[in-house]
């Protein structure tokens, strides 16, 4: 089908498809996008675990159209889900979140297509790409009103949705612009709970999806969505900078500068958890029992004082944002996972972390945001001092997780999901660098 070509002169829109189409994909590049499908992929499945996940398969099998659904609105489910458990990834020049909406999305249509994996994966590296170079470029006062991963995580949607439509750059471009022109998602939610921020990322995947279809007819869109005297930047981002949607063409792929959550609390308590993990293991190789500890200092910046600055944790969800309470599990318990967050573990690591200060520090304090790291120091009942410290948190690309962490993470997520043999889909999509077919994931 012959599409109408956008607007003489080329758009923002225009050089981002064209910028991204260009870019080079090697072995590593699918390799390190099947790890971060799966990151999402686990997600999802672990976000069915959780009162709004319940709430949403309830949805979901209430409505006769979801028997045989398309792929929008497989998209929207699979991307609510994933984006439940506030453990999936974070870019964090941009502050997106861009695997809960740009791999629902491409899941969703590769199956209905029949993709195999080299294409998917490509898909991911783009969507991730144009979420994340949006998302750079809209300025800090934007994130204090929208959240980023709904208002920027359509663009990505639509980039991974043309791919696997195989949409010539002018229909991208279109699809692009419609997708732009659906952003939305405020914080609003955060003044009593709400559960919106989840419906952000199923509709910022399902945007994408949709408009991508749409531009494969002929549906036109915007192509200067972005910086038009109307567009997106003029409407919600008033420091915006433009230029750094198209910046640095040649730089790695932005799904390799994405970061990976290693456990299930806030991020500003990761570099603390790391720091005790290792001083757990050294007291035990030493012949200390973690019981011994009388005293514990963190060390850190001002932002996760602010965040998670909490003595006393009388939920779960209030011990995923409790240095004190992340540090006690990471110093007493074998695993920092769902389950240190709950009621048993709140119990018994009570005691400990009633004795963990918390205070703001040079180097680390200087150093956020660009790098988000702490220390640990604790003190023995006897007398003997021990400490270790960060400078990035574990899983950002400076402290990447390694394959093996990437897949004990995964299975973790999968065995919440109520999956107990987490292999068949951990092999399954470890193998799309292959071209296998996805596996089968079995959702709803």
Known sequence: MNHPRPAAGPSLTETLVALIRAKPVNDTDMEAAALFTLDAVANSLAGRNSEPGRILLDWWRASPSNAAPDPGREAFLMGALCHILETDDLHRESVVHPGCVVVPA???????????????????????????????????????????????????????????????????????????????????????????KHLHAGHAAEAGVRAAELAAFGFTGPPKILEGDKGFFRAACPDADPEAVVRDPSAPWQLTRT??????????????????????????????????????????????????????????????????????????????????????????????????????????????????????????????????????????????????????????????GGISTPASIVDGILALPLDRPLPDLGLM
Request: aromatic share 8%; hydrophobic share 45%; glycine share 8%.
């Open 106 to 196: 491409a899941w969703a249509l590769a199956r209905k297509r029949r993709a195999t994996g080299r294409s998917f994966l490509t898909s991911v590296l783009h969507g991730f790409e144009a979420a994340t170079r949006v998302g750079m470029a809209v300025g800090p006062a934007h994130y204090r009103i929208w959240h980023n991963t709904a208002t920027c995580g359509p663009f990505g949607s639509a980039m991974a949705a043309a791919a696997l439509l195989g949409l010539e750059d002018g229909a991208a471009v279109h699809a692009l612009g419609n997708a732009g022109s659906q952003s939305s998602g405020l914080w609003q939610f955060l003044e009593t709970g709400a559960m919106t």
């Open 259 to 416: 970061s990976i959550k290693p456990w299930p609390s806030c991020r500003h308590t990761h570099p603390a958890i790391d720091a005790a993990e290792e001083l757990r293991k050294r007291l035990v190789a030493n012949g200390h029992d973690p019981a011994e500890i009388a005293a514990v200092e963190v060390a850190t910046y001002r932002a996760a004082l602010d965040v998670c600055n909490r003595p006393q944790a009388s939920s779960g969800y209030e011990a995923k944002f409790s240095l004190q309470h992340a540090v006690a599990a990471a110093l007493l318990l074998p695993e920092v996972d769902f389950e240190a967050f709950g009621p048993e573990a709140r119990q018994s690591c009570a005691a400990l972390a009633a004795h963990v200060v918390v205070k703001a520090e040079n180097p680390w304090a200087s150093a956020y945001p660009k790098a988000w790291g702490g220390r640990v120091r604790l003190r023995l009942a006897g007398g003997e001092e021990y400490e270790a410290a960060r400078t990035n948190a574990k899983g950002d690309p400076e402290a990447p997780l390694n394959r093996n962490e990437m897949i004990a993470k995964a299975e973790m997520l999968l065995r919440h």
